[in-house]
């Protein structure tokens, strides 16, 4: 090819200038892609409990007011981050989620799913998935386990929680399963997700925990994000909800901004799909101490 070139530079030359004239006719600039790698975490809604409590149960309520189409990859986190005795774990519903069996350990899609993850760990046998689940040990985004189970979720309200269940020794060393259950108010259907391990007998609620809405998988056009409502309700903890607790929602940058937050009878309602232009802050305080 050099030597080709060599030859009859000129000829080349013709060649190339009339390529570049006819490409830049045929062809517009194509438009940069403004926003990061996918997954898209729409916002992100932080909770203060005001201090760090003994753990029994924790429950998070969330309404969806609309259908969503399979075709859109959704995360809804009830349970965006929680901290017990430091260690992160994470949940929710998915559109589309994956999982595998001890019987089928190579990852399937599974479709709609409830999820429950935590950090630092890879052993299976710190993996309790319900009758019929699937679970996960992974490495892509750092150490995780989790417990999937498909359900075919639909628009109305649920109950995400989590309860301490039995203790047990590991190589002599006290450690503790929480199991994550789902209920369907519409439904009146309680769900078993599956349990996690964690190390330690007296757990601990860390102050702060999260609740998240994400897109996520292969990157789609913004306009197929759909419109919906999702409405985080306050965190129950230990049976009892904890009204002095406040709560900000956080609007990365780099993500399409098409959710805004606003707080209602202490709950925290999510408008999505809709584009708020020019947002001027993206930490807002939703409900301030004594709000």
Request: charged residues 25%; contains cysteine; aromatic residues 10%.
């Amino acid at each position: 090819m050099r030597r080709w070139m060599l030859v009859i530079p000129g000829l080349v030359a013709a060649i190339g200038l009339i390529l570049l004239a006819d490409s830049s006719v045929a062809q517009a600039p194509k438009a940069e892609n403004p926003y990061k790698r996918m997954p898209w975490h729409l916002v992100d809604t932080w909770w203060d409990l005001g201090k760090e409590v003994p753990f029994e149960s924790l429950a998070i309520d969330v309404t969806l007011s609309d259908d969503v189409p399979n075709s859109v990859n959704l995360y809804v986190a009830p349970l965006g981050i929680a901290y017990f005795n430091g260690t992160q774990c994470y949940g929710g519903i998915q559109t589309n989620s994956d999982g595998n069996t001890k019987e089928q350990p190579r990852l399937q899609r599974i479709g709609r799913g409830l999820l429950f993850s935590r950090w630092d760990e890879r052993r299976i046998d710190a993996i309790r998935p319900a009758d019929g689940g699937w679970f996960q040990s992974s490495g892509h985004e750092g150490d995780f386990i989790s417990v999937r189970r498909p359900y075919a979720w639909t628009k109305g309200k649920y109950t995400y929680k989590l309860v301490k269940m039995d203790a047990d020794l590991l190589d002599g060393k006290p450690v503790t399963w929480i199991g994550a259950f789902l209920y369907s108010h519409q439904k009146n259907e309680h769900v078993f997700i599956g349990a996690l391990r964690f190390d330690g007998k007296d757990l601990k609620l860390g102050r702060k925990m999260a609740n998240f809405v994400e897109i996520y998988g292969a990157y789609r056009p913004v306009s197929e994000i759909p419109t919906l409502t999702i409405t985080f309700g306050t965190p129950v903890v230990n049976g009892t909800p904890v009204k002095s607790a406040t709560a900000e929602a956080i609007y990365p940058k780099g993500v399409p901004d098409v959710a805004d937050t606003r707080a209602v009878d202490g709950n925290l309602v999510i408008e999505v799909g809709k584009p708020i232009d020019n947002r001027s802050k993206r930490r807002v305080p939703v409900i301030p101490a004594g709000g």
